[in-house]
């Protein structure tokens, strides 16, 4: 099984006057599965926010839905090289952006 990774999560926005600002420059523990496959939730929300006034860290109570209508969700997902001739773990959803690497 994989360890745990620190990684830095930064949340940006935008502040009255439309300028940019820092809301949110925290770490967060990546914990691998039994399985070695990391599903890291790392931002939620229900609408774009028109300022930083309006934003609100979900990290901690991030729904379990994996795609959020009309809003936005941010996972990492990390999963282990596939060995030679073991089939792949690919699954479709309805809304999926992911980079593959290993062997």
């Known amino acids: 099984?994989?360890?745990p990774r620190?990684?830095?999560?930064v949340v940006t926005g935008h502040d009255a006057a439309g300028k940019s600002v820092h809301v949110v420059d925290d770490h967060v523990d990546l914990k691998p599965m039994p399985s070695g496959v990391v599903l890291q939730p790392m931002h939620e929300a229900d609408?774009?926010?028109?300022n930083s006034s309006t934003f609100v860290d979900r990290i901690d109570s991030i729904s379990k839905h994996l795609v959020n209508p009309g809003g936005t969700?941010?996972?990492i997902t990390e999963s282990p090289p596939?060995?030679?001739g073991a089939p792949l773990m690919w699954h479709r959803t309805d809304s999926c952006?992911?980079?593959h690497s290993g062997s």
């Open 47 to 50: 609408h774009l926010a028109d």
């Open 97 to 99: 952006v992911s980079r």
């Open 6 to 9: 620190n990684i830095r999560r």
């Open 1 to 3: 099984m994989s360890t």
């Open 82 to 84: 596939t060995p030679p």
């Open 73 to 75: 969700k941010l996972f």
